[in-house]
């Protein structure tokens, strides 16, 4: 498994805004799919999706490949990652 972040430095852009911005968790496998993914908002509001949860109101788990050089985000590891978690 791997585990990276990503710091979106941008707010969303529908009715939750005033969330802030967010930084991005991701736990993906060797082919890179996404298996877990966790945003955290300035706000301290946390959403998080995985194969048992793959939406909500508020957004939906990455479809695709994804690698932390699609991220320019940083190594974690999985400790820190299921802290949050």
Do not use: H, P
């Not at 949860?53 to 400790?79: M, W």
């Amino acid at each position: 498994m791997n585990y990276f972040t990503q710091v979106w430095d941008e707010n969303r852009d529908d009715e939750y805004a005033d969330w802030g911005t967010s930084v991005w968790y991701f736990e993906t496998n060797d082919a890179d799919e996404v298996l877990k993914q966790i945003t955290v908002y300035k706000n301290g509001k946390t959403v998080k999706y995985s194969l048992d949860n793959l939406e909500d109101e508020f957004g939906g788990l990455c479809e695709g490949a994804l690698t932390i050089d699609d991220c320019d985000g940083d190594v974690i590891s999985k400790e820190d990652f299921y802290k949050i978690w």
